[in-house]
């Protein structure tokens, strides 16, 4: 990763596995979500939900279910969150267009994880090369993999606000899958929650315009 060693930013707080922690990444498909219409090829995955509970995400309207097509070569996806039960996809437009590295992922390709849950805890020693893969996630401030990439959102221009940022850390693993890959090494690519295999997934929101923009960078 291209971290800065010895640089500790104030309120910096990792994701920690706990059964009470009202944040969850991984699960089922909520009852009463319904994922965007969409062309993806192998669709759409769920990753989780941040619970505005949380006086941490105290700002955010509603409990956020994060979803995200994250085995494709995707640039920055927008997603609506007008009903927040039924989001819709802005950008980008034409969603069969989106390409794949993995070969073997089809239009009716599914990936699901299992759920854990998770509570914040302040991040105490700063994220480098030698520990960042035991962290599952973060918020407070984006650790860049590569550079400074803060959105806008497309239907009021303002600077989206940071979520949080998740890890190719391991620890979510696959519940199921029905993606039979030809080779062992692509196969273990869907075994759990990953971002190109090594990289970290960016969420931003718009609490206005209840707009959320996810990307990954990889190094």
């Given at each position: 990763?291209?971290?800065l ?11 920690i ?8 990444l ?11 219409p969409n062309?993806?090829?192998g ?8 619970d505005n509970?949380?006086?941490v995400?105290s700002w955010?309207?509603?409990r ?9 070569n ?6 609506d ?5 039924a989001?819709?996809?802005?950008s980008?437009?034409?969603t069969?267009?989106v390409?794949?590295e993995y070969?073997?992922?089809e ?6 994880f299992n ?10 020693v ?5 520990n960042d ?8 401030k984006p ?8 959105p ?5 221009g ?7 940022q998740l890890?190719?850390?391991g620890?979510?693993?696959?519940k ?14 869907f ?6 295999e090594?990289?970290?997934l ?16 990889h190094t």
């Open positions: 990763m291209n971290i060693s010895g640089i500790l930013p104030k309120k910096r707080y990792e994701f596995e706990d059964i009470k922690g009202v944040h969850q991984g699960g089922d498909i909520p009852a009463g979500f319904i994922m965007p062309d993806f090829i669709s759409i995955q769920y990753l989780g939900a941040i509970s949380d006086t995400f955010l309207p509603f956020l279910h994060l979803i995200c097509p994250i085995f494709l995707i640039e920055m996806v927008f997603v969150y007008e009903n927040p039960n989001p819709v996809i802005i980008p437009l034409d069969a267009a390409t794949t070969d073997d992922l239009k009716d390709s599914i990936v699901i759920k854990i849950s998770v509570g914040l805890e302040l991040i105490k700063p994220i480098t090369e030698d893969d035991e962290i599952i996630g973060l918020t407070g650790v860049w993999e590569q550079n400074s990439e803060s806008k959102c497309p239907k009021t303002r600077k989206m606000k940071f979520i949080c890890f190719s850390s620890k979510v693993t696959t199921y899958t029905n993606i039979k890959a030809a080779e062992q090494y692509y196969q273990d690519c075994a759990d929650m990953n971002f190109w090594d990289g970290s960016y969420v931003f929101f718009e609490p206005d315009s209840k707009v959320a923009c996810y990307f990954i960078q």
